[in-house]
């Protein structure tokens, strides 16, 4: 029986992923191919889609264990400090003495458009420790996951949440093809609309578009698919059908992070036992908060915040 202290106490989220100190350019436009071109401001930002992911967790009120691996170095110490200021249980994150942290290089052009190059470094090293993702996912509310560490690892941690009764989120960014073993443990897929032209082989340009794609990739094992949309908002796709959720309009500056911000928020809803539909408008509205900030781990809001930004407009059936 569930008792008003268990109502109360805080999702206990496991993160699997990738941490990056981002080397952010702020310029007017990205360079063309051959094209040298001057950025207006260099800023070192802790990012890697593990480490903003566990970030928005946290600032949602999740209590969060974060597993990857950085190096041993300033950059490394550094996003350790800043899992510690938002008190992210970071002991599953090893320190590998042979290789570097994982460095991103992003372009921010004057719109807010991103391109992001990832040296993987000690991530590309990451050993899943089993028995410390064992204790963890123990009672735990969901496993959260990217496709920046090795997938041998993501497909270990997606078996293990699944023997312990552990619901597996999976954002398959940077894209590449899911093995056909891990489609059938992946309990809710978040992609955007790239990833879901490329992993249900069709074009998503439009909301109904993204509501076949979802529903195609339903058939390959996740119960639950959202297919994000940018600023048009997102699709949810489950067993009653597909819903189209309008986006906020927000000035964007800076989408770095978007997507991990609306797979954290996604995630503690739906820990807290909040409906798909509840869990994707809690994931617009701090989206569309991260988006008008700078940078990957400064720009994701607190569940405050959240809860006190504007309501997306209601939803349809499509
Ligand atoms: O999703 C954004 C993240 O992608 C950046 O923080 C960068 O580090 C890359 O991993």
């Not at 041993?72 to 599953?92: E, F, K, P, V, W």
């Not at 093809?177 to 609309?193: F, K, Q, S």
């Not at 794609?213 to 940018?230: D, S």
Request: glycine residues 10%.
């Amino acid at each position: 029986m569930t008792t008003a202290t268990e109502n109360t106490r805080p999702p206990r989220i496991a993160v699997v992923g990738s941490l990056n100190m981002d080397l952010v350019l702020q310029v007017q436009h990205a360079p063309g191919p051959g094209e040298t071109v001057l950025a207006d401001a260099l800023h070192l930002v802790p990012g890697g889609k593990g480490g903003n992911q566990a970030v928005a967790c946290a600032r949602q009120g999740a209590q969060v264990f974060l597993f990857g691996r950085v190096g041993d170095d300033a950059y490394g110490r550094t996003l350790r400090a800043g899992l510690d200021a938002d008190g992210i249980d970071h002991s599953g994150v090893q320190t590998d003495p042979a290789v570097t942290t994982g460095v991103a290089a992003i372009t921010v052009e004057a719109t807010g458009q991103n391109r992001i190059v990832v040296v993987p470094g000690a991530n590309g090293r990451f050993v899943l420790d089993a028995n410390a993702l064992h204790a963890t996912l123990q009672g735990a509310g969901g496993l959260v996951m990217q496709f920046e560490t090795p997938m041998p690892q993501v497909l270990a941690a997606a078996a293990q949440a699944r023997s312990a009764g552990c619901p597996v989120l999976l954002n398959p960014s940077p894209i590449q093809p899911l093995p056909a073993a891990l489609w059938p443990l992946v309990d809710i897929l978040v992609v955007n609309e790239v990833e879901a032209a490329a992993l249900a082989n069709q074009n998503v340009a439009s909301p109904a578009d993204a509501a076949q794609a979802a529903q195609a990739l339903r058939t390959k094992g996740p119960a639950q698919v959202v297919v994000t949309l940018g600023a048009a908002g997102a699709v949810a796709a489950d067993a009653a059908g597909c819903r189209y959720h309008p986006g906020l309009v927000v000035q964007a500056v800076d989408t770095t992070a978007a997507g991990d911000t609306f797979l954290g928020a996604l995630a503690v809803a739906l820990a807290r036992g909040e409906a798909l539909d509840a869990a994707v408008r809690d994931g617009i509205r701090a989206s569309a908060l991260c988006v008008i900030q700078p940078g990957a781990q400064p720009s994701i809001p607190t569940r405050p915040a959240v809860a006190h930004s504007p309501q997306p407009p209601a939803w349809t059936a499509l």
